[in-house]
């Protein structure tokens, strides 16, 4: 089949090549030009009905065995009973389901089952149109009631001026076009959007997490009612113990979270007090800790 050749516009007969001719002459040239035109217009949306037609029905009856398909499919995966298989139909049903929907998005942006209601409309408006012209041609020579003078040529090429007009402006292929254009650039935004949103939310999670992961730091006073300078020592998660000699301890860059740390005090190697405590250490802050010996 070969391509279909697109509308043209008409070119409208003036009324110069009428001025001055008979009737006789004049008259079938101006109907024959506008009833032709109106045909070959008819012609062509109701042959361009029959591909929109085909390819809309072919869309959505493949968009709704695709979607049966991603229905059926993990019914099918819980009959098996290796985890292979399962994950295989539950894949295949999520591809199924992607498939159903760029289909109609498809169907959607080249505007096959939109454009194959529009043509049905604008060729039945055609076609009401041809009817009335030709009730208006009729009806202009039954109440005229005798033979069309020459200097009434021109109330007739107006009837049939004004119908090759409106039939010309029927046709709406470019706002199909456009339409198509209109739901793609809405799809891209409504993509986009979704991106950026899914982008700041995902830079706010890690900014959140890093947060979380920020190193702190825990500072120990100790207090004691013994007249002799206790020697400190501080063991944090079973590590080494760290000796102060004074009554405070510090340490930097501890991971957030839980620890357990060991004070011990002594004096000449004799051990006084031990005391085991957990500390929750908050990620990016100070945990400040007094502990009597």
Not at 106 to 135: C, H, K, P
Not at 138 to 167: C, K, N, T
Not at 202 to 214: I, M, P, V
Not at 248 to 256: G, S
Request: with cysteine; charged share 20%; aromatic share 8%.
């Amino acid at each position: 089949m070969g391509r279909k050749a697109d509308i043209k516009q008409p070119q409208f007969l003036a009324w110069d090549q009428f001025d001055g001719k008979e009737p006789k002459e004049a008259l079938p040239a101006i109907y024959n030009h506008a009833a032709e035109f109106s045909a070959r217009c008819r012609a062509w949306y109701w042959h361009s009905i029959q591909h929109k037609r085909t390819v809309s029905t072919g869309a959505r009856f493949t968009a709704f065995a695709l979607a049966a398909f991603g229905v059926v499919a993990p019914l099918t995966a819980a009959m098996w009973s290796l985890d292979g298989q399962r994950l295989l139909w539950s894949q295949l049903a999520v591809a199924a389901f992607a498939l159903a929907g760029l289909v109609q998005l498809a169907d959607r942006v080249f505007g096959w089952s939109s454009g194959w209601l529009r043509y049905i409309s604008t060729v039945m408006a055609m076609e009401n149109l041809t009817r009335q012209f030709e009730l208006d041609w009729a009806g202009y020579f039954i109440a005229l009631g005798r033979a069309v003078r020459p200097a009434e040529v021109r109330a007739v090429f107006d009837i049939a001026e004004r119908f090759e007009i409106q039939v010309a402006e029927l046709e709406k292929r470019v706002t199909e076009f456009n339409t198509g254009l209109a739901a793609l650039n809405d799809i891209m935004k409504t993509a986009r959007e979704s991106t950026q949103k899914t982008e700041a939310e995902a830079r706010d999670a890690l900014h959140a997490l890093s947060k979380t992961r920020s190193p702190g730091a825990i500072e120990l006073t100790a207090t004691t009612t013994s007249q002799l300078l206790p020697t400190m020592a501080v063991a944090l998660d079973d590590g080494q113990a760290e000796v102060c000699n004074g009554l405070t301890w510090a340490k930097l860059k501890v991971d957030p979270g839980p620890h357990r740390m060991v004070i011990q005090a002594s004096h000449d190697n004799t051990l006084l007090s031990e005391i085991v405590k957990i500390v929750e250490v908050p990620p990016g802050s100070t945990m400040r800790l007094t502990v009597a010996m």
